[in-house]
């Protein structure tokens, strides 16, 4: 059986946010403060995660990716991985803050974790630490550290940029691409952030990235498939590491789209912009069939948004911030 929605796009990609906790206060990200924590019993139980797993794999769901909140500060996150491995996920991956990485990364691997994205917004030490509101800089390096040495290796780096706080390390992350051999990734800033500051003058457009990199180290395209977010290069002198460029508003990828979102407390989204999210926790505690959740998740699913559209003259962000949409 396969996931679609009425614009053909096959559905193989899930994102599941396993909590709503974090061990950061990222600025821009201020639904993870603790005061806007939700209680234990809305947060879907490791049964509760397992039972929706296996009802997303016999949905033709491959590729999992696990995020939060930070999602290694969940007990338990290992187990969880291994059981997701087990039941065949072909592609099964992570988001993490990294600060907790460099100790846990062995266990992650043998769980069955092969790839991991650790978000990085600066280089700057003084900087890192007013965006993440910690002290964790080195702590972070390490986690990268950790990770360049294991068989995650090529680490993504996720950085956000936002104009006049990070713009101007654009050379010097691409230039920690080349010393580290990592995959280093730009994200446009998108309107998703609790304090609603955002606006079109605060996003550093992808095509401005690329265009300083490829000044200083010029850049040759990798190939990438059509669900991918990311555009992908490689360094034309052939040093280590990659670029990649991730355009969610001014170069939409909706077209291609191949992902939903689990949120933390069982929602079920179909954009990380939808204005509707669909309740399948209700659904869950309310003892319905593993039938009753597939034709469920096939009637939200066929009704996917066609795009997130950011750049239309009405568009309204949405009322959930980044922890609970399943970032
Ligand atoms: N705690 C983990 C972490 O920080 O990697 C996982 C969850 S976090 C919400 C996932 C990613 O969303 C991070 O890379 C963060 O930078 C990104 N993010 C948060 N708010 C964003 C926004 N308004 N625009 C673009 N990316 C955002
Ligand atoms: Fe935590 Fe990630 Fe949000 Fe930062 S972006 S506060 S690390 S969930």
Known sequence: MILHDKFGRQITDLRISITDRCNFRCVYCRSADPENYRDHDEILSWPELDRLARIFLSLGIRKVRITGGEPLVREGVEEYIARLHALGVEDLSMTTNGHLLAERCERLIKSGLRRINISLDSLDRA?????????????????????????????????????????????????????????????????????????????????????????????????????????????ADGAPGEIGLIAPVTQPFCGHCSRIRLTADGKLRTCLFSKEDHDLRALLREGASDEDMVTYIRSVVMEKEEGHRINAPDFVPPSRTMVFIGG
């Open 127 to 235: 900087k890192f630490e007013k965006i993440t509101r910690t002290k964790s800089f080195a702590t972070v390096m390490g986690g990268i550290d950790a990770a360049q040495n294991s068989r995650l290796a090529p680490a993504k780096i996720n950085a956000v940029l936002v104009r006049g706080i990070n713009d101007d390390e654009v050379e010097a992350f691409a230039g920690f691409a080349r010393e580290r051999g990592v995959i280093m990734r730009f994200i446009e800033f998108m309107p998703l952030d609790a304090d609603r500051q955002w606006n079109r003058g605060l996003v550093v457009p992808a095509a401005e990235i690329h265009g300083r990199i490829h000044a200083r180290w010029p850049l040759l395209q990798i190939p990438h498939e059509r669900s991918e977010t990311a555009r992908k290069y490689r360094f």
